[in-house]
């Protein structure tokens, strides 16, 4: 009896682990392509299909693909780790919103070392706190990748401008 009610308490806490590891995942991803990358993102897609959609549209859209692989992720890894699942939705969309550009590659070697620092470091604690602290270190592998740079993303608003009103 005693057992069991152990084994449905760490069930429920990894069901909420992994609940709140999705939220942050969805409000990191929207906010970081809607916002910060919006512009890039909207011309991207013009670029490639000839359609003027919105950023927050497109954001949900490839969120929503992310997630479904993050999840696909899971399922095939066991469910064990999480932050692990939710490793290649960062990658790229840290990958689809690169550009050379606005690529510092010292900036990108310090994050992924200190990323992997906080993997060897947090690897085997669990709990809430810990899968906090790894998605927020992908979060930054993600930025760290992604085009930073103030001035091509002014000249893309203007690019964006100049396809609306033809």
């Given at each position: 009896m005693?057992?069991?009610s152990y084994t449905s308490h760490t069930k429920r806490t990894a069901r909420m682990v992994s609940i709140a590891g999705g939220v942050l995942f969805w409000i990191f991803s929207l906010a970081y392509l809607a916002v910060f990358q919006g512009n890039m993102?909207?011309?991207r897609v013009y670029d490639l299909f000839h359609l003027a959609i919105n950023a927050w549209v497109l954001a949900f859209i490839v969120t929503a693909v992310l997630f479904l692989l993050a999840v696909l992720m899971k399922r095939l890894t066991g469910g064990n780790s999480m932050?692990?699942?939710y490793a290649p939705s960062f990658l790229l969309?840290?990958?689809?919103?690169?550009?050379p550009e606005g690529w510092h590659l010292s900036?990108?070697?310090w994050t992924v070392l200190f990323t992997?620092?906080?993997f060897v470091l947090l690897w085997k604690?669990?709990?809430?706190?810990a899968m906090v602290l790894r998605m927020i270190f992908l979060c930054l592998l993600t930025v760290s990748m992604g085009n930073t740079n103030e001035?091509?993303?002014n000249q893309e608003s203007i690019e964006i401008q100049q396809v609306h009103y033809k």
């Open positions: 005693k057992n069991q993102l909207v011309l932050e692990l699942a969309l840290g990958l689809m919103t690169f550009s900036s990108f070697i992997a620092l906080a604690r669990t709990g809430f706190n001035k091509y993303h």
